[in-house]
Each structure stands twice: as C-alpha cells, then as structure tokens.
C-alpha cells in the first residue's frame, strides 16, 4: 500500500506536454488566429453580398429551371471535341513524360545536369494552371482545339514525368544490377529491368492523368480553347439560363461516363 501511493501522486501530476510545449502549442494558435484574421481584414469582402448569397442561388437556379434541350446537338458535339482533346493531350503527354521522367530520376539520369534539367522541366510544367496554358497557347495558336490540346499536354507533362519518375526511384535494383554483371547495354537494363517493374504504375498514372484532363478539358472554352466550355461561355454571356442548365447537366455526365470509364481500365488492365 506505501508503494502505491508514490505512483498514485505520480499519476495525479502526470501532464502529457511539458509546460514549454504548451505555451509553444498556445503559441502557435495564436499566431494561426493572427494570421487569418489579417488574411481576412485584407481581401475587400462586402458582407452585404455574402449574405444574400442564398437569396440569389435560389433566384438563379429557378431560371435554369427546366433545362433547355434545343441545343442539344451542339452541346453534344462539344462534348465530343472536350473528350478528344483530354485524350490526345494525355497520349502527347505520356510521350514526352517518358524521357523527362528517365532523367529526373535518381537511379537512371545520365548526371546531375539532366537531372535538374528534368526536375526543371517537371516544376515547370505543374507551376502553370491549365487556364494560363491554354491562354498562352490561344494567343500563339488562336482560338480553337489545338491551344487546348497543347495547354492540357504541357500541364500533364510535370504530373506524368513526377509520379512516373518516382515509381522508377522505387523500383528493385537486384535485376538492374543481375542485367548490368551480364553485360547487358543500357537500353537492354532498362528494357527488361526497369520498364516491367514500373509499367503497372505507368497505366495508373495515366488513367488517373486522362481522368482529371477530362474535367480540366471542360472550362478550355471559357478562355477559347475549345470544348463545352465555349458553349457554356456563350450561354452565360447572352443570359440563357436553361441552356447554361442543360449545358452543366451535360458536362456531369462527362464527369460520371469518365470515372466508369477510367474505373473500368484500372480493373482490366491492373
């Protein structure tokens, strides 16, 4: 019983932080509260808006209400121009992705210059949003399904080559090093002991890459890069409520056909 109670004002004083790590944790609260009270004081808010907010949702949404098919056949096409530019844009992108994933690698690059040669290239490309590409490229190509394209292929290069380049950074290096005490050339190494190993995850990336260009493809048009975005643009500027309904209605099924589609892939070919 006397050595119990040691133990027990033991317990009855344990804390789980030490004083200093409280008042660093309080600190740091604190200084989080700071900050997003300064971020909220310094962006123009005008309350009066915000709050009628839920008024004007409601109002928008009856004029939407019900969806107006007589374009129908339009708005299909543009779907149809949406999904091939999200699939030519991915089959470019996996193209170019495959050397600058090689030497962004640690195990594979050449040296360290082609390896933030690639790095570069990489940071690059996942730095830009698609919406910057695609008006870089309408002021280079003009409006239309080619700067959409373009835009959608250079902004999959840095998240193709990144994943790709990771997966080749984990593979086992026991069949590289059995090919290399052989003789075996370079090309030969990574023919038979790099590729087997990281193509499981080279289809991954790009189902998952095809996937996301098929949603990032639907607002090209909002800057003329083609795609339903076009029409949506053009919906919203004359005030055609119904149609831009239709139009929204059109682009979830997209959304919904891609991920059945993409789902579908994984399972056959993974």
Request: with cysteine; charged share 15%.
């Amino acid at each position: 019983m006397m050595d119990s109670q040691p133990l027990q004002q033991t317990l009855d004083h344990w804390s789980r932080f030490t004083l200093r790590q409280r008042l660093m944790r309080y600190g740091g609260l604190m200084f989080t509260l700071l900050i997003v009270a300064w971020a909220l004081s310094s962006i123009d808010v005008i309350w009066e808006w915000v709050w009628d907010a839920p008024t004007q949702m409601g109002d928008l949404f009856g004029r939407m209400m019900p969806p107006d098919p007589s374009n129908l056949p339009s708005i299909l096409e543009a779907i149809w121009q949406t999904v091939n530019i999200a699939t030519l844009a991915t089959m470019f992108a996996v193209v170019v992705s495959l050397p600058v994933a090689y030497i962004s690698a640690q195990n594979t690059t050449p040296n360290r210059v082609t390896l933030w040669i690639g790095r570069f290239i990489l940071v690059s490309s996942r730095s830009v949003n698609t919406i910057i590409w695609a008006l870089l490229f309408v002021a280079i190509f003009g409006p239309g399904i080619v700067a959409g394209i373009v835009a959608i292929m250079f902004r999959s290069i840095g998240f193709l080559g990144k994943l790709l380049g990771e997966a080749i950074e984990e593979i086992d290096h026991k069949p590289v090093e059995a090919l290399e005490a052989c003789g075996a050339s370079r090309f030969k190494i990574v023919l038979y002991a790099i590729v087997p190993q990281v193509m499981p995850a080279f289809f991954a990336i790009a189902i998952l890459r095809w996937d996301i260009n098929l949603r990032e493809s639907t607002v090209l048009g909002l800057v003329g890069a083609g795609g339903i975005g076009m029409i949506l643009q053009g919906a919203i500027d004359t005030f055609n409520w119904p149609e831009v309904s239709m139009v929204l209605l059109t682009i979830l099924a997209l959304v919904v056909f891609g991920e059945v589609v993409s789902s579908y892939m994984r399972k056959k070919i993974l």
